[in-house]
């Protein structure tokens, strides 16, 4: 017998059946893993929506089941499969396993993305006409679904600060004794550090594993610390809503000038105690983020994306 977890979940590697390559790792429930054998086709329980879901059913990238393996101690499935569609990965590449981890704990991405999720998971098409449950039906504009969907990772990530400001796990979490201390100035002075790593990424003088690894990278690392600050100040996440912010800097196009000035601004408003200057020295920053991304091709969603994963890894958060 399978050995579900105490949610009632049970992880479930899956490797492409031809090459040997590990396409993906996700959670079954009973009722996903009996569909998965009834049908022939990968489903799947998305713990973030609570529910039930088969594998390219928006992309059209379903997976055939060839064989199902158990492990020694029940616990975790292997399932190797034919990938019908380029991409496994739900952000466009072959396999979500795309990214190397350099020695200085950096990424390097290794891989060619093969399609545009935005594009893919904006359109209201079902793709999937096989399907044995309904696709997700999205009538609204891509734009309106970006802004939903960065305003819930918004929401989310702030949401994880808040906690560990007001739970105080300094021990294990270096992000909740930053919080614990209250000090404005060292986080400005951090934050100014990130912005001047950002703006070099574009510039092209700081660069690790390229400009679009680097631009989600050091976009991540300078909302963080924007986060910081609006924890630390007691700001509602609707006192400045970082989400509208990113998407103003990633569609203002200006220019390099421009955002250098932006920068300085930035800095100098959070310096400030008043909380109307604190929100728009944050909303300053956080369109910095929403520029680099557009001047480097990168979705407005990955920096955003990127910290959620590294929350996720600590146990933060769930999927």
Same mark, same amino acid.
């Given at each position: 017998m399978l050995k579900f977890d105490r949610q009632g979940l049970i992880p479930t590697v899956i490797q492409d059946d031809a090459t040997g390559e590990v396409l993906m790792v996700a959670f079954m429930n009973e009722e996903a893993f009996e569909r998965t054998r009834e049908t022939g086709f990968t489903h799947f329980f998305s713990r973030s929506r609570d529910t039930i879901w088969r594998k390219g059913e928006q992309s059209g990238n379903v997976q055939e089941v060839r064989n199902i393996f158990v492990n020694c101690e029940e616990n975790s499935l292997l399932i190797r499969v034919i990938q019908h569609g380029d991409a496994a990965c739900h952000t466009g590449y072959r396999s979500c396993y795309h990214r190397r981890l350099l020695p200085d704990g950096t990424y390097e991405t290794v891989a060619e993305r093969l399609f545009d999720p935005e594009i893919v998971y904006g359109s209201s098409k079902n793709t999937n006409a096989q399907s044995s449950i309904p696709a997700i039906q999205t009538e609204a504009p891509v734009e309106e679904q970006l802004i939903a969907s960065l305003e819930t990772k918004m929401r989310q990530l702030y949401g994880v600060y808040l906690y560990l400001r007001?739970?105080?796990?300094?021990e294990v979490s270096n992000t909740s004794r930053l919080l614990q201390e209250h000090s404005q100035s060292y986080l400005v002075s951090r934050l100014a550090d990130e912005l001047q790593e950002l703006a070099e990424v574009q510039s092209g003088t700081h660069i690790h594993a390229g400009q679009q690894p680097d631009t989600i990278l050091? =976009?991540?690392?300078? =909302?963080?610390?924007?986060?910081l600050l609006a924890a630390t100040k007691n700001l509602s996440y609707d006192a400045? &809503?970082?989400?509208t912010? $990113?998407?103003?800097?990633?569609? /203002?196009?200006?220019g390099t000038s421009q955002a250098i000035e932006q920068q300085q601004q930035c800095l100098n408003l959070l310096a400030a105690q008043e909380p109307s200057a604190l929100a728009q020295g944050l909303h300053l920053g956080f369109a910095l $983020? =929403?520029? /680099?991304? /557009?001047? &480097?091709g990168v979705s407005p969603l990955a920096p955003t994306e990127f910290d959620l994963e590294q929350i996720q890894r600590k146990g933060l958060i769930g999927e």
């Open positions: 007001d739970h105080d796990m300094s050091e =976009g991540s690392q300078v =909302g963080y610390w924007l986060l400045f &809503t970082p989400h912010s $990113i998407l103003q800097g990633y569609y /203002a196009h200006y $983020i =929403g520029w /680099a991304c /557009a001047e &480097t």
